[in-house]
């Protein structure tokens, strides 16, 4: 029997509760109002001697529809020698939120914000990450600039990083900029009403383009795993959206692996201890070697990332409705990130996925701690001043920051569940093209193609269900959902 009832569940509250299951604070404890109105009391001084003053260049961010919390801002020029000069302004969180305060020890221990679809429970409070420390349009701000170039061939030179004034000068969103970067639809109001602007962006998106080629050159992983956002109306999520990447996310993606990989190379070089992003080479290669072996491809025997993305990229062209899938397999399989402490004159282990040896995080200060504690590190070697944190404390913090990530993966994967589970509860009786995901001793898992949605199949032995495998396209009809569990069935 079909339903038509729309299904009352508290999301937010569902939320909250999952916050507190995998050990985050999502209330802000006592004294930060009191560290809040004392910023908010002694706005940003002019910048002191020595600290560049950028604010009369062409910065413009890129970020989501819905994001209020800038973390940077880009800008670009041709250089007569052919290459792309590109600057990275990175909010200076760090000189609003002073190390030791209320507000810090929170940033410590939750160390990111979590995003669960229906709120964001943030790392810092809103006044300050999407107010006073964010890079919002029309607002002077202090940033960590990083700068570097990019020649023909991708390659990244002449990196290093200051301290600026800035100024926004153009919020951007990545749905429309893609869209205009691709040819799909006319530039964006803000865009089409400033040819600068316009020639800025196609000139970012020219070195981007020719980072992406660079990268893959060397390895990089073209992954593709599907992203969804809720569509609320009035607190109830009514629809279940997919993300799509395209040439703006593109842009960004690249900058911020070139800023991230300048700020490790300088740590390096001035011989200062820091926390690093990696990925370690896959100690399961075996397995993605069975997996690309039963695709009809032969990976070497040693892990190979060049090998990898040229099997995927083949994978892409030939099952475009399976990639997904397929590099989910091949995530799960290389292992989770994880920060980890780089002593002076340490090979770092590299980001296997990213093919990049040198990676930080240290483009998004406002949502992720690492990213304020490179920030602190960064600031306190430019003044020459004494490190802010011992190699003990560094350690300390990367082993609970991978802690809390791992966490605030699980906090949203719960609620992509569980979001699906009420969108989908009043067209319960409706059938759904799918594809098979897994098979397992559990039962047989498929996914939904629009909107894409996870389920299990409930009677995969009947009704010419028998044997399917995973791959194997079948039309499924909904039967049931349970959102407290996140749970969707389905039968064939």
Same mark, same amino acid.
């Given at each position: 029997?079909?339903?038509?009832?729309?299904? @009352?569940?508290?999301? %937010?509250?569902?939320?909250?509760?999952?916050?507190?299951?995998?050990?985050?604070?999502?209330?802000?404890?006592?004294?930060?109002?009191?560290?809040?109105?004392?910023?908010?009391?002694?706005?940003?001084?002019?910048?002191? +001697?020595?600290?560049?003053?950028?604010?009369?260049?062409?910065?413009?961010?890129?970020?989501?529809?819905?994001?209020?919390?800038?973390?940077?801002?880009?800008?670009?020029?041709?250089?007569?020698?052919?290459?792309?000069?590109?600057?990275?302004?990175?909010?200076?969180?760090?000189?609003?939120?002073?190390?030791?305060?209320?507000?810090?020890?929170?940033?410590?221990?939750?160390?990111?914000?979590?995003?669960?679809?229906?709120? &964001?429970?943030?790392?810092?409070? +809103?006044?300050?990450?999407?107010?006073?420390?964010?890079?919002?349009? $029309?607002?002077?701000?202090?940033?960590?600039?990083?700068?570097?170039?990019?020649?023909? !061939?991708?390659?990244?030179?002449?990196?290093?990083?200051?301290?600026?004034?800035?100024?926004?000068?153009?919020?951007?969103?990545?749905? +429309?900029?893609?869209?205009?970067?691709?040819?799909?639809?006319?530039?964006?109001?803000?865009?089409?009403?400033?040819?600068?602007?316009? !020639?800025?962006?196609?000139?970012?998106?020219?070195?981007?383009?020719?980072?992406?080629?660079?990268?893959?050159?060397?390895?990089?992983?073209?992954?593709?795993?599907?992203?969804?956002?809720?569509?609320?109306?009035?607190?109830?999520?009514?629809?279940?959206?997919?993300?799509?990447? $395209?040439?703006?996310?593109?842009?960004?993606?690249?900058?911020?692996?070139?800023?991230?990989?300048?700020?490790?190379?300088?740590?390096?070089?001035?011989?200062?201890?820091?926390?690093?992003?990696?990925?370690?080479?896959?100690?399961?290669?075996?397995?993605?070697?069975? #997996?690309? !072996?039963?695709?009809?491809? /032969?990976?070497?025997?040693?892990?190979?990332?060049?090998?990898?993305?040229?099997?995927?990229? +083949?994978?892409?062209?030939?099952?475009?409705?399976?990639?997904?899938?397929?590099?989910?397999? %091949?995530?799960?399989?290389?292992?989770?990130?994880?920060?980890?402490?780089?002593?002076?004159?340490?090979?770092?282990?590299?980001?296997?996925?990213?093919? #990049?040896?040198?990676?930080?995080?240290?483009?998004?200060?406002?949502?992720?701690?690492?990213?304020?504690?490179?920030?602190?590190?960064?600031?306190?070697?430019?003044?020459?001043?004494?490190?802010?944190?011992?190699?003990?404390?560094? /350690?300390?913090? !990367?082993? @609970?920051?991978?802690?809390?990530?791992?966490?605030?993966?699980?906090?949203?994967?719960?609620?992509?569940?569980?979001?699906?589970?009420?969108?989908? @509860?009043?067209?319960?009786?409706?059938?759904?093209?799918?594809?098979?995901?897994?098979? $397992?001793?559990?039962?047989?898992? &498929?996914?939904?193609?629009?909107?894409?949605?996870?389920?299990?199949?409930?009677?995969?032995?009947?009704?010419?269900?028998?044997?399917?495998? &995973?791959?194997?396209?079948? /039309?499924?009809?909904?039967?049931?959902?349970?959102?407290?569990?996140?749970?969707?069935?389905?039968?064939?």
């Amino acid at each position: 029997m079909q339903s038509s009832q729309p299904l @009352h569940f508290n999301l %937010v509250a569902a939320a909250h509760a999952s916050m507190i299951e995998h050990g985050f604070q999502p209330d802000f404890p006592a004294g930060t109002d009191s560290e809040l109105a004392a910023i908010q009391a002694h706005p940003a001084t002019v910048a002191p +001697a020595g600290i560049q003053d950028l604010r009369g260049i062409l910065w413009s961010s890129i970020d989501n529809d819905t994001s209020k919390d800038l973390d940077q801002i880009e800008w670009a020029e041709q250089l007569p020698d052919g290459r792309i000069r590109v600057l990275v302004g990175v909010a200076d969180v760090d000189s609003r939120v002073s190390s030791g305060t209320v507000i810090d020890g929170h940033a410590r221990s939750e160390t990111t914000s979590v995003y669960t679809g229906v709120r &964001v429970f943030p790392m810092l409070p +809103a006044e300050l990450s999407e107010g006073i420390t964010s890079l919002n349009e $029309n607002e002077d701000r202090a940033a960590v600039v990083v700068e570097f170039a990019v020649d023909q !061939a991708g390659t990244v030179s002449d990196g290093k990083a200051y301290r600026a004034l800035v100024r926004n000068r153009a919020q951007l969103a990545y749905n +429309a900029v893609g869209a205009w970067l691709e040819g799909k639809d006319p530039a964006p109001a803000k865009v089409a009403a400033n040819s600068d602007l316009a !020639a800025q962006l196609k000139l970012q998106d020219a070195a981007a383009q020719r980072m992406v080629d660079g990268r893959f050159q060397h390895g990089a992983l073209d992954l593709e795993t599907i992203e969804t956002r809720p569509v609320m109306l009035a607190d109830q999520a009514v629809e279940i959206a997919r993300l799509e990447k $395209n040439r703006a996310t593109s842009l960004i993606e690249e900058f911020m692996v070139a800023a991230n990989g300048v700020i490790a190379r300088t740590f390096e070089d001035a011989g200062v201890a820091s926390i690093r992003r990696i990925v370690r080479t896959p100690k399961r290669w075996d397995r993605i070697v069975e #997996v690309a !072996a039963g695709l009809g491809t /032969t990976l070497p025997v040693a892990p190979d990332s060049k090998a990898l993305n040229d099997f995927l990229l +083949a994978q892409k062209q030939k099952d475009p409705d399976h990639f997904p899938d397929l590099s989910l397999t %091949v995530i799960k399989l290389m292992g989770p990130g994880e920060y980890v402490l780089v002593k002076p004159n340490e090979v770092s282990p590299g980001h296997f996925g990213l093919a #990049v040896q040198d990676y930080t995080h240290s483009t998004a200060p406002n949502r992720r701690f690492p990213d304020m504690v490179t920030q602190r590190l960064l600031k306190a070697w430019l003044a020459h001043a004494p490190q802010p944190y011992s190699e003990s404390d560094l /350690t300390a913090i !990367a082993q @609970h920051c991978t802690l809390m990530e791992d966490g605030a993966r699980k906090v949203e994967r719960e609620m992509q569940k569980r979001i699906a589970a009420v969108v989908l @509860h009043p067209r319960i009786g409706q059938s759904f093209q799918a594809i098979v995901t897994g098979v $397992n001793q559990y039962g047989t898992f &498929v996914r939904t193609l629009d909107p894409h949605v996870d389920g299990m199949l409930m009677n995969a032995g009947k009704a010419g269900g028998k044997g399917l495998d &995973v791959g194997d396209k079948v /039309t499924v009809k909904l039967i049931s959902t349970d959102p407290q569990r996140g749970f969707i069935d389905f039968a064939i």
